[in-house]
């Protein structure tokens, strides 16, 4: 019996092997294009609206800006981060000093970019006449948060450049792991900032042409690392072109029906994004001031209800932590129905009626009267939809001039505190006026936490806080579905950051 086990396992050594072998062969058999031909053509996509790196929060504009400019990390073939510039890294024995060893680039216009260029962009990022809706990327740097509130000169910054090719940040505490928000668009070097096609890139690409309809990127020759670049161009247009261009790359717009997405070219890739949908209520109204009553309305609700809704590569959650990997533990349980009449009998109700702010959009509208069903099991609840347009929408929620909306959040980074912050009592993005104690203490604590993964752990105690009190109620993750054409690989989709990578793309013979 075991001479059986030996010998099955080798075969099945063997086996793998062969494919392992079959794979590569199969893969060195097919053939470049020509450089000519090396295009990738990108359809249905949202033209890019701002140049500066500092000041860019549409994605269209941060996946065209990293593919100009390169930083010290950046998304790489596979959509994960790794280093960029940085040739190597280093940190202090205390933990809050990160030294990086730069590798040599210059732009199109024979700019060098040097540790004194991140310093200079650093220091930008966290002066309050920049006005960055990132500056809070960098809080952990040394004098940071002082400089943005005006308390402080950026010069005063923990970035210094030790020599041409040495860079130094020094944080406010140790922290392990910092590195990893450095691949944000944010963090991008600009040596100078103009209009689109004035932009002198070190990156992959550079922008040779924009208009109302049309991007086109062509191969920077002059970047660091432009033997691995083989495409020689990037066309992002405006039109969808489901019906006219079937090859290429479409994003699948929401509703589009499977006899079109079946006629397109290539293979269907759903990616998951950061992004997550929720129910959040404003704990400072009435009744959702009681814990056990916004409970109700979590337990009640059955996300699996509106499925039918989402588009194809989003998924239903029970987690505000949508990127996190580890698995957790259920945060409610109970009757809902239960849980409910005694909530009526405390608050001396006979039927409750509340009213759900959502926003004008097709898949919305569908999930918010989906939601509306499922809350109304509760007997004596009553939900009135209201949808606005987003702006008037964001204006109220902002505002806390709402009793329950339809919600969402695009974290700016990738750590688990992106999803947490809003929810701190004196955040000045939380409009749902929640304030607890506790949960204060555990974002004070995990961001004194030195190693990631203590920290996550305990920013997973305090997401369990939230879904405790119920305080968000997680409802889908975002993702976006793609036909990528057969003869384009190594194209990398991120999670979080530019929504697709074609730095080191490969177009071949179909």
Same mark, same amino acid.
């Given at each position: 019996?075991?001479?059986?086990?030996?010998?099955?396992?080798?075969?099945?050594?063997?086996?793998?092997?062969?494919?392992?072998?079959?794979?590569?062969?199969?893969?060195?058999?097919?053939?470049?294009?020509?450089?000519?031909?090396?295009?990738?053509?990108?359809?249905?996509?949202?033209?890019?609206?701002?140049?500066?790196?500092?000041?860019?929060?549409?994605?269209?504009?941060?996946?065209?800006?990293?593919?100009?400019?390169?930083?010290?990390?950046?998304?790489?073939?596979?959509?994960?981060?790794?280093?960029?510039?940085?040739?190597?890294?280093?940190?202090?024995?205390?933990?809050?000093?990160?030294?990086?060893?730069?590798?040599?680039?210059?732009?199109?216009?024979?700019?060098?970019?040097?540790?004194?260029?991140?310093?200079?962009?650093?220091?930008?990022?966290?002066?309050?006449?920049?006005?960055?809706?990132?500056?809070?990327?960098?809080?952990?740097?040394?004098?940071?948060?002082?400089?943005?509130?005006?308390?402080?000169?950026?010069?005063?910054?923990?970035?210094?450049?030790?020599?041409?090719?040495?860079?130094?940040?020094?944080?406010?505490?140790?922290?392990?792991?910092?590195?990893?928000?450095?691949?944000?668009?944010?963090?991008?070097?600009?040596?100078?900032?103009?209009?689109?096609?004035?932009?002198?890139?070190?990156?992959?690409?550079?922008?040779?042409?924009?208009?109302?309809?049309?991007?086109?990127?062509?191969?920077?020759?002059?970047?660091?690392?432009?033997?691995?670049?083989?495409?020689?161009?990037?066309?992002?247009?405006?039109?969808?072109? %489901?019906? @006219?261009?079937? !090859?290429?790359?479409?994003?699948?717009?929401?509703? &589009?029906? +499977?006899?079109?997405? =079946?006629? *397109?070219?290539?293979?269907?890739?759903?990616?998951?994004?950061?992004?997550?949908?929720?129910?959040?209520?404003?704990?400072?109204?009435?009744?959702?001031?009681?814990?056990?009553?916004?409970?109700?309305?979590?337990?009640?609700?059955?996300?699996?209800?509106?499925?039918?809704?989402?588009?194809?590569?989003?998924?239903?959650?029970?987690?505000?932590?949508?990127?996190?990997?580890?698995?957790?533990?259920?945060?409610?349980?109970?009757?809902?129905?239960?849980?409910?009449?005694?909530?009526?009998?405390?608050?001396?109700?006979?039927?409750?009626?509340?009213? %759900?702010? @959502?926003?004008? !959009?097709?898949?919305?509208?569908?999930?918010?009267? &989906?939601? +509306?069903?499922?809350? =109304?099991? *509760?007997?004596?609840?009553?939900?009135?939809?209201?949808?606005?347009?987003?702006?008037?929408?964001?204006?109220?929620?902002?505002?806390?001039?709402?009793?329950?909306?339809?919600?969402?959040?695009?974290?700016?980074?990738?750590?688990?505190?992106?999803?947490?912050?809003?929810?701190?009592?004196?955040?000045?993005?939380?409009?749902?006026?929640?304030?607890?104690?506790?949960?204060?203490?555990?974002?004070?604590?995990?961001?004194?936490?030195?190693?990631?993964?203590?920290?996550?752990?305990?920013?997973?105690?305090?997401?369990?806080?939230?879904?405790?009190?119920?305080?968000?109620?997680?409802?889908?993750?975002?993702?976006?579905?793609?036909?990528?054409?057969?003869?384009?690989?190594?194209?990398?989709?991120?999670?979080?950051?530019?929504?697709?990578?074609?730095?080191?793309?490969?177009?071949?013979?179909?």
């Amino acid at each position: 019996m075991k001479r059986f086990f030996i010998g099955a396992a080798l075969l099945g050594s063997v086996l793998i092997l062969f494919f392992v072998i079959w794979y590569g062969q199969r893969e060195q058999a097919r053939e470049l294009l020509p450089p000519e031909e090396q295009i990738v053509t990108i359809h249905g996509e949202t033209l890019p609206e701002q140049p500066n790196a500092l000041l860019a929060i549409d994605p269209s504009s941060q996946t065209v800006l990293s593919h100009i400019y390169e930083g010290l990390y950046r998304f790489g073939a596979d959509g994960e981060i790794e280093p960029g510039l940085v040739e190597s890294m280093t940190r202090s024995e205390d933990g809050a000093t990160y030294t990086f060893n730069l590798k040599a680039s210059e732009t199109v216009n024979g700019n060098a970019i040097t540790a004194e260029t991140f310093v200079n962009h650093f220091r930008m990022l966290a002066d309050d006449d920049t006005n960055s809706p990132f500056s809070f990327l960098i809080e952990d740097v040394l004098n940071a948060k002082a400089i943005s509130l005006g308390t402080k000169q950026p010069e005063e910054l923990g970035a210094k450049a030790i020599d041409e090719q040495t860079f130094e940040l020094t944080l406010e505490r140790p922290m392990e792991g910092f590195e990893q928000i450095l691949a944000m668009p944010a963090f991008l070097p600009q040596p100078m900032i103009g209009e689109w096609r004035e932009l002198d890139a070190n990156g992959p690409f550079q922008v040779e042409s924009i208009d109302a309809v049309q991007v086109t990127l062509i191969k920077n020759e002059t970047y660091y690392d432009a033997e691995r670049v083989t495409l020689e161009k990037i066309t992002i247009l405006a039109d969808e072109g %489901l019906d @006219s261009e079937p !090859d290429g790359i479409h994003p699948i717009p929401y509703g &589009t029906d +499977e006899a079109t997405i =079946e006629a *397109l070219e290539g293979k269907l890739v759903d990616v998951p994004r950061s992004g997550v949908f929720y129910l959040k209520p404003n704990v400072d109204e009435y009744p959702f001031d009681d814990a056990d009553f916004r409970r109700a309305l979590a337990l009640v609700l059955d996300r699996e209800a509106v499925t039918g809704s989402l588009a194809r590569s989003e998924r239903t959650t029970e987690r505000l932590l949508v990127t996190d990997q580890t698995e957790v533990e259920p945060s409610l349980d109970g009757d809902a129905v239960k849980l409910f009449e005694e909530v009526l009998g405390r608050l001396e109700e006979e039927e409750i009626e509340i009213e %759900l702010l @959502s926003f004008v !959009d097709e898949e919305a509208r569908q999930i918010a009267q &989906t939601i +509306e069903t499922e809350l =109304e099991q *509760l007997p004596g609840l009553q939900v009135n939809v209201v949808e606005l347009p987003l702006g008037d929408k964001v204006r109220k929620e902002v505002a806390g001039d709402y009793a329950l909306s339809l919600s969402g959040w695009q974290p700016d980074y990738p750590a688990f505190s992106a999803y947490l912050t809003q929810f701190e009592t004196n955040n000045y993005l939380n409009s749902s006026g929640y304030t607890d104690e506790t949960f204060d203490r555990l974002m004070d604590e995990a961001r004194s936490t030195e190693v990631l993964a203590d920290r996550n752990e305990t920013y997973r105690q305090a997401e369990k806080r939230l879904l405790e009190e119920a305080v968000v109620i997680p409802i889908y993750q975002a993702g976006r579905s793609y036909t990528v054409d057969s003869k384009y690989a190594v194209i990398g989709f991120p999670v979080i950051g530019p929504s697709y990578v074609l730095a080191f793309s490969k177009v071949y013979e179909k």
